[in-house]
């Protein structure tokens, strides 16, 4: 049955395939077939996925293309693709045959002419201009003399040499240099890179950082300027915290990097002119004002010494000035002796004109006036407001005193009367108002006998009633009297 099986079936001579066959076949062709090729056309879906991979579309008016940058490629692409871009992409095409899809391995992408450029450069212009990046007011002022300027360029190009040759021509500073390439697919990164490193080295360290950053690059055409328009180095530009000077290309060479920059050189040799200012003109400067100065101080001088040596003459010499004085201070020295001698007879002659007043009479008359005086002070210092103020607090004590008896009593009044209430209820919820209504409480040995089996248990039991005890096992205790109940009057019959 087997080998039935196993023969072809007559008439159908064809090899059979497996899908995996098929699939590897239909590769093998695409990719012997073409091998690396180059096509045109406008990107459409771009997706990044999480691992790296770049998937996008490159279309034309009629069909689609699949294509794939793994994420190892993608680092080498000069420019990276963007939804309504013309590129020509270069690569491989390939099947996948897990889907029965063709797509194809694209490792290089270029724009398709200079048009598509420009529109792509004004669209990333109008984004980063939307986002206030190229704002007047963000741009900050260049230091006068930096101590240390960091260079962005290439190492082996003649920017750096037309830099150095500049600053040492004007004004001889220290300069770090950050090597990075100019153009193609590393550029952008490594520009980026590097003004972001500046920033971060520390003030003072081992290896200092910049009061000035230069980023300079030769002319050329608008591709070989094309890292410099790139996303990634004009928000790393916007973002330094170090002024910084744009230096790309000729003067009529306009990148990013020039709107976001604090200050844009035409020239890499023109942004070394603006970073410093030349050694010779601030020394001559400096000289002519120091001689300003000498001569202002000098002149000054002179004036004030004339001025001073003019009013010197119009003053009087200085014995003349002591002359009066002398005159005056000898004359009051001839007085003084009189003058004192007077002054004492003039008081002695009031001494005794005192004196003369001051008799034992008059002393006893100026005493007993004082005493009477002091009597009728005395008179008037009556006791009797005291008194009323004394009568007033005392009448207010008594007051107060009734209230408080008043108190006492209404509160102990208060006491009694919630007492009474309370044994009202006491006797309303006592057991012995039940035992009125003809229940008994019975007991043995002082406890509550409750069941039938206790009371079997013992000889003698008390039982007691409303009016009184009575034991089973001895005599019977005398009943308490029990006051009659009052009976309510007879109606009467009505016949």
């Known amino acids: 049955m087997s080998d039935l099986l196993d023969d072809p079936v007559p008439g159908q001579n064809m090899p059979e395939y497996t899908v995996s066959e098929l699939s590897g076949e239909v590769k093998r062709t695409l990719e012997g077939s073409f091998g690396r090729i180059r096509v045109r056309g406008e990107v459409g879906r771009v ?7 770049l998937y996008y ?28 871009l ?11 045959g897990a889907q029965s899809k063709y797509n194809m391995n694209v490792d290089e ?21 939307a986002e206030g990046l190229f704002a007047p007011e963000r741009k900050r002022p260049l230091p006068y003399l930096p101590q240390i300027i960091g260079v962005v360029t290439s190492p082996s190009g003649a920017v750096i040499r037309d830099i150095l040759h500049r600053l040492r021509d004007r004004f001889p500073r220290k300069v770090l240099i950050w090597p990075v390439a100019v153009q193609g697919s590393n550029c952008a990164p490594e520009v980026a890179r590097a003004i972001e490193g500046f920033n971060k080295l520390t003030p003072g360290g081992a290896l200092p950082r910049p009061d000035l950053i230069i980023v300079a690059r030769g002319g050329g055409s608008i591709e070989d300027l094309w890292g410099f328009n790139e996303e990634i180095v ?31 050189a035409p020239t890499p040799t023109a942004a070394a002119e603006l970073a410093v200012p030349v050694r010779m003109e601030l020394l001559a400067w400096t000289g002519e004002q120091g001689a300003r100065l000498a001569r202002a101080a000098t002149d000054t001088v002179q004036r004030r010494a004339q001025r001073l040596s003019d009013l010197s003459r119009a003053l009087p010499r200085a014995e003349t000035l002591l002359d009066t004085p002398r005159q005056r201070l000898d004359q009051v020295a001839e007085r003084l002796p009189n003058a004192l001698i007077r002054g004492v007879q003039n008081r002695r002659v009031k001494l005794l004109d005192i004196s003369a007043h001051l008799r034992p009479s008059t002393l ?3 005493v007993e006036t004082r005493r009477d005086r002091c009597r009728n002070l005395a008179s008037r210092l009556s006791l009797r ?3 009323r103020e004394m009568q007033a607090q005392r009448d207010a004590l008594t007051r107060l005193s009734e209230r408080l008896d008043a108190a006492q009593t209404a509160r102990i009044d208060r006491l009694r009367q919630q007492l009474d209430a309370t044994d009202r209820l006491r006797e309303t919820l006592s057991y012995k108002a039940t035992l009125e209504r003809g229940y008994a409480v019975v007991r043995a040995e002082g406890e509550v006998v409750t069941t039938k089996s206790q009371a079997a248990k013992h000889g003698t039991l008390e039982i ?3 009016d009184g005890r009575l034991s089973t096992g001895g005599a019977t205790p005398k009943p308490t009297p029990k006051k009659p109940k009052p009976q309510p009057p007879s109606q009467g019959s009505l016949f």
């Open 385 to 387: 407001p005291i008194q």
């Open 364 to 366: 006893r008359g100026l």
């Open 47 to 53: 997706f990044k996925a999480r691992s790296g991979h």
């Open 86 to 96: 013309e590129v020509v992409v270069t690569g491989r095409l390939t099947a996948f």
């Open 109 to 129: 992408v270029a724009v398709a002419g200079q048009g598509a450029l420009m529109a792509l450069l004004e669209k990333r212009k109008k984004q980063l201009e």
């Open 57 to 84: 579309d490159v279309k034309d008016d009629r069909n689609v293309l699949a294509c794939t940058t793994w994420k190892g490629q993608v680092a080498g692409l000069s420019v990276v693709p963007e939804e309504g």
């Open 464 to 466: 007691e009633f409303a």
């Open 234 to 264: 004009a928000r790393a530009a916007a973002a330094s915290q170090i002024p910084l000077i744009s230096a790309v290309g000729h003067e009529t060479d306009t990148t990013l990097i020039d709107y976001v920059s604090d200050r844009r």
